[in-house]
Structure formats: structure tokens, C-alpha cells
């Protein structure tokens, strides 16, 4: 009968060969042979640090390439109903060209209502998220109520930063300001894209 033992030699040659030994710092010990030598060991420790930031950018590209995927089928929808589909460009509002489409409600595409959806979802979160890494930055704690506020008042917006944005810094606060609907006058505040972001995202949750 032949004899199946493995010399404490071979049980290390063994390990090698299957995956080799991991020692330094943060490994912790695995089996060792009768002499007290180590057969192998994991590097266990917390993971990689990762940049908060790359959440916010992965999002807006998602958003990006959704847009465009929502483009490409509108207008694959209007090559295949071009008798039936008008469009208008209207002037340019709050430095945005809008495009207006009017067709039979019957034929639109079952996947546009979901794809807008989540199109205003994942750049209404861009803008939450960076909010909370600024309060972050500033070495404070974002709490339930900490999110990107957008306003179509001065007095509103008062409020807003009260209640949304105690964790910012001044500066931080004037730069946010700036991008308010209600200071790009004369224009209505109303046509602002982010208001309609607003807007249309609320509707779409409720």
C-alpha cells in the first residue's frame, strides 16, 4: 500500500505551486506544518480607498449615454413615422434650444417613459451627491435634509439654505446661489433648466 503522508517539504511545495504564500503586513497566518512552518497565509484589510467622486462622475455619464440612447430612438421613431411625427425648434431659453414633438400618443415607445425616469433621476442625484461631498470636505456630517436646493425665489431660497445647506461654507453657498433659477432675470425662473429638472423629476417619483 503506498504510503500517502506528505513531508512537511512537500506540503509547502504544494502551496507554492497551487497559489504561493502572501506575508508582510496585514496578512494573518494560515495552516503551518508539525515545525511550526507557515503553508500559506491571506492578506485580509479594509478595501482600497475609493474616490467619492467617481460615484458622481459615473453617474453623469450613465445620464449622458441614456440621453443619447433616448435621442438615437426618437429618431429612429420619426424615420419610421415621418408622415405622421411634426417637430419645432423653438428659440434658444436659458441658453437651451428646445425641441418640441407631436405624434399620436398610441405609438410611443413602451422603454421612453422609463429611460426619462431614470435619466432625471440620475442627474437630480449628481447634484445631491455633490452637495454631500462638500459638506464632507468641510470635515461636517451631511444629515437627512442635505441636498442640492432649487429655488425660483429669493425667498425660498433663504429658507432652502437653512434647512439644506448648514454643512456648506459661504462660499460654497454663494457659488450654489449663483446657479438658482430665480437670479437669471429677466427670463422666468420657470424655464430655467433646473427648475424643470426639478419639476420633472418630482413628477416622474410621484
Partial sequence: MANDAVTPEEAITQSDAVGGSMTGAGATAGPTTPDGRLLGSMLIGPPPALDPRQGIDARARRARDQIRELDASITRFKQSYRHDVHDTWDEYVQGCRSHTVYFEASRLEEDWGLLIGEILHNLRSVLDQSVWQ?????????????????????????????????????????????????????????????WLLHRLNAADKH
Fill in 134 to 194: 462638500m459638506a464632507l470636505l468641510n470635515g461636517k456630517a451631511p444629515h437627512d435634509f442635505t441636498e442640492f436646493p432649487i429655488r425660483t425665489s429669493k425667498a425660498t431660497w433663504e429658507k432652502a439654505v437653512k434647512r439644506h445647506l448648514t454643512s456648506l461654507t459661504p462660499l460654497q453657498i454663494e457659488a450654489l446661489r449663483a446657479l438658482q433659477p430665480f437670479v437669471q432675470e429677466p427670463l422666468a425662473p420657470e424655464t430655467h433648466p433646473l
